[in-house]
Nanobody, 126 residues
Framework: QVQLVESGGGLVQAGGSLRLSCASSVRDFGSYTLGWFRQAPGKEREFVAAISRSGSSVRYGISAQGRFTISRDNAKNTVYLEMNGMKPEDTAVYSC???????????????????WGQGTQVTVSS
């Protein structure tokens, strides 16, 4: 069982920045494709970003392009999501996910991920 624990959420003003972290205790952390998804009240879960096992490839959802940056540190078993230029519509619960056999071409789909964190609330005030 892979445990994922997010941190770094909170309240930020529009235009501000937050950095989310997701840590895991799994031994072979570098064997997992990692992703960030978010879910706002009353809405479907939305793909935010994903990063390949080595970190050499990244992919972003439309809402994250140009503002968010995903990165990982396999030595620390941690994946990050740096969010800049935040908007009220970024308000959501952000969750990280790990997939051992994720297809990179379908990495925007929740079905490609096997393990999920509990999520961290991000609120952007206008």
């Amino acid at each position: 069982q892979v445990q994922l624990v997010e941190s770094g959420g909170g309240l930020v003003q529009a235009g501000g920045s937050l950095r989310l972290s997701c840590a895991s205790s799994v031994r072979d952390f570098g064997s997992y494709t990692l992703g960030w998804f978010r879910q706002a009240p009353g809405k479907e879960r939305e793909f935010v970003a994903a990063i390949s096992r080595s970190g050499s490839s990244v992919r972003y959802g439309i809402s994250a392009q140009g503002r968010f940056t995903i990165s990982r540190d396999n030595a620390k078993n941690t994946v990050y999501l740096e969010m800049n230029g935040m908007k009220p519509e970024d308000t959501a619960v952000y969750s990280c996910a790990a997939g051992r056999r994720s297809s990179w071409y379908r990495v925007d789909l929740t079905s490609e991920f096997d393990y999920w964190g509990q999520g961290t609330q991000v609120t952007v005030s206008s």
